[in-house]
């Protein structure tokens, strides 16, 4: 994988860290998947996988930002510049604490690494619901990166795999979310504050 | 096919089929519908249950199959909670007041939802590909996660949405092992197999991070700390018969594909590493666990953080291994799943007895219900490892096994905090069972109270016969089998 490719797909990634808007993030981590898509063209199962996939959830996840219009953006407690700089931190960490994948490329291990460190920064630091659905996206999108770049050429399985399970995840996440807005008018986790010992 | 195998397809079918037909079937018809299914899948997996464990040396194993004693045991166990839980589902569905959907259709989405979980647990246990494995464990995440929210209350939203997120990162870090596994192993899926596995070149690097990935990932699903935030929130806001379930099925099961990992992957990681992983995240789990032991909780909340102890003590014994450790981890999970479950169920007639319990730790119910004081009193007494509960033995098997094994610095400590976690639930059975009521409290009548009566002499039968089982199994073929593979 050329270096330019991987860190198109970083810069992307960064991209959903750090945006304001949902639709923006979600279009964001579908221009991910059609890419990683494109680049699986040698492997029409696996090419196929991720486009569909990229696809059936990227239109339901606008589907639902166009039901559940947030009065004002959910506040997610930390700057976009300070989430941009948790990320690339936690990127450059794990690049530095893991060593090689054994992948068939170097780039494309780090790139691994960073969408996964994206992820988790984009769970831990955004609040709103539908960006905490978008940080599970974008490890998978990882995922399917490093299932692109098996000296093997077992991706396909995999892609199906990963496809099928965020599918899955992501629309009963999307049932959580709808609740979550009906009960408090925003489909803010910060709300759901409760369950504490 | 061979006969075992096609129990073992059985085992999953049927309550496959119950999904499809409570998804379909009249609204009048869902509950009977419901009991016969549930009872010929138990059935299914009963059948599964002895026919391994009566033939311990026999095992069949496919590239997609693996229907051996430590599955036998994890179908029986899926089979007997789930036949419970729906014999119990009545009772909780008539205190239903509000669900994610309507009214209407309320028992229709339940009893398809479990059905469709249990169907999906008993197919991890007998999966033999850990790529199977995890795509069906990630399945259980989403269709569980709708049950935890059941109810639809802001509380059951919160639970059942740190479930869904927390467990999803966790086993899409687990994931990333297992793409690591198949660029090592090589050959596509089949690679994945646990035969295959268990041929994967030793001393490489990747392999060892793709263990130590695997293993972090499928704890977030397990519960074990540090990873383990979800599981009393998701415990105590389900549904009880689906807490059922969750505590005593579905973590043991997860439990399993990360011991048939360990024991894939020890030529290659190296014994010693495999285990220490698992004794790590054991005893870690232990001391999170033991001060919410320690803590008045209310009673669901209690049996959770119960939870993250036993699977702590699981994760101890399968990393000791030998026949004396594994021997209890046989009876610990068994016996965990029966006096767990019951926990939960007693919980239906106790919410409305006394509806406070779910949010606050009851004091004294032996004074105004006392056959559900009994009921709960079998249920924490055999958690805390009263004797005779099978769970005394199965600890101090473990604990013997970690002498045996020769780790008695880590044996000693585990013995240290068990007896810890052993005083604070004994404090919490006193307590709920002849302490002082909170002030304030109305009590009313118990649902559901005939139901868990029976349940709770069936549970205290079984009980008795594990703790029988606990002194024979240690010399046995079934312990001597399970300890000969992890070698």
């Keep these: 994988m050329s270096g330019a490719l991987a860190w198109f797909l970083v810069a992307l990634g960064l991209g ?21 898509a494109v680049r699986a063209h040698s492997e029409p199962g696996a090419a196929a996988a991720l486009a569909v996939r990229a696809l059936v959830l990227g239109l339901l996840l606008l589907l639902v930002v166009s039901r559940t219009r947030e009065p004002r953006p959910v506040r997610s407690g930390v700057a976009p510049l300070l989430r941009g700089g948790f990320a690339v931190t936690l990127a450059l960490a794990f690049t530095w604490l893991v060593p090689t994948l054994g992948l068939a490329s170097r780039n494309a291990e780090r790139g691994v690494l960073a969408l996964i460190a994206f992820g988790l920064v984009a769970v831990a630091t955004r609040t709103a619901t539908l960006f905490q659905v978008l940080g599970i996206v974008l490890v998978e999108n990882g995922l399917a990166l490093a299932a692109l770049q098996l000296h093997t050429g077992s991706s396909a399985a995999i892609e199906l795999g990963v496809a099928f399970d965020l599918t899955l995840i992501a629309t009963v996440a999307v049932v959580f979310h709808e609740r979550i807005f009906a009960e408090f008018g925003a489909g803010d986790a910060g709300a759901l504050r409760s369950l504490r010992d | 096919m061979t006969s075992r195998e096609v129990l073992a397809v059985a085992a999953v079918a049927l309550p496959a089929l119950a999904a499809v037909g409570s998804a379909v079937a009249p609204r009048r018809a869902v509950g009977a519908l419901a009991t016969g299914g549930a009872t010929l899948a138990a059935v299914a ?86 790529g199977g494995a995890w795509l069906l464990v990630e399945a259980t995440t989403a269709v569980s996660a709708l049950l935890v929210g059941f109810s639809g209350t802001p509380r059951a939203l919160e639970a059942g949405w740190k479930y869904l997120i927390l467990t999803s990162l966790g086993l899409g870090i687990a994931l990333l092992g297992v793409v690591l596994l198949a660029a090592t192993a090589g050959g596509g899926l089949d690679a994945l197999s646990w035969q295959a596995l268990a041929r994967v070149p030793a001393g490489g690097q990747t392999v060892l991070i793709a263990y130590l990935l695997l293993l972090a990932g499928l704890a977030a699903k397990i519960g074990w700390a540090p990873v383990h935030n979800w599981l009393p929130d998701a415990h105590s806001e389900a549904p009880a018969p689906v807490s059922a379930l969750l505590s005593a099925a579905l973590l043991p099961t997860v439990l399993l594909v990360a011991w048939r990992s360990s024991r894939a992957l020890a030529p290659a990681v190296g014994t010693a590493t495999a285990h220490a992983v698992l004794v790590g995240f054991g005893l870690l789990s232990l001391a999170v666990a033991v001060p919410f032991l320690w803590r008045p909780l209310p009673w669901k909340r209690l049996l959770a953080y119960s939870s993250l102890e036993h699977m702590g003590v699981i994760a101890l014994g399968l990393g000791f291994g030998g026949p004396l450790a594994l021997a209890g981890v046989v009876v610990h999970i068994a016996g965990h799943a029966a006096a767990k479950a019951l926990g939960f169920y007693a919980a239906v007639p106790l919410l409305s007895h006394e509806p406070r319990a779910g949010r606050h730790a009851v004091g004294g119910v032996a004074r105004t219900e006392p056959a559900l004081a009994a009921t709960m009193g079998i249920s924490l007494g055999a958690l805390a490892g009263l004797p005779p509960s099978p769970l005394f033995f199965s600890e101090v098997l473990i604990i013997a096994g970690g002498f045996a094994a020769g780790r008695p610095w880590t044996a000693a400590a585990s013995a240290l905090l068990l007896s810890l976690g052993f005083l604070g639930l004994a404090h919490a059975l006193l307590d709920t069972l002849a302490g002082r009521a909170r002030h304030g409290t109305q009590r009313g009548r118990s649902d559901g109270m005939r139901t868990v009566t029976i349940l709770a002499a069936v549970t205290a039968a079984s009980l008795l016969a594990l703790t029988v089982a606990a002194f024979w199994l240690p010399g046995s073929e079934l312990a001597h089998n399970l300890a000969a593979e992890l070698r």
């Design chain 1, 16 to 36: 959903v860290v750090v945006a304001r808007r949902r639709s923006l993030a979600v279009a964001l981590v579908t221009g991910q998947a059609l890419v990683l």
């Design chain 2, 45 to 130: 997996a009963g059948a599964v249950a002895v026919e391994t464990l009566g033939r311990p040396g026999t095992t069949a194993v496919s590239a997609w199959l693996v229907v051996d004693p430590a599955a036998g045991i994890l179908v029986g166990v899926i089979g007997a909670v789930g036949l419970a839980s729906v014999v119990v589902s009545p009772s909780y569905l008539s205190t239903v007041t509000r669900s994610l959907v309507r009214e209407s259709r309320i028992p229709r989405f339940y009893y398809s939802l479990l059905f469709a979980f249990w169907a999906i647990l008993a197919a991890v246990p007998v999966i033999g590909n850990l």
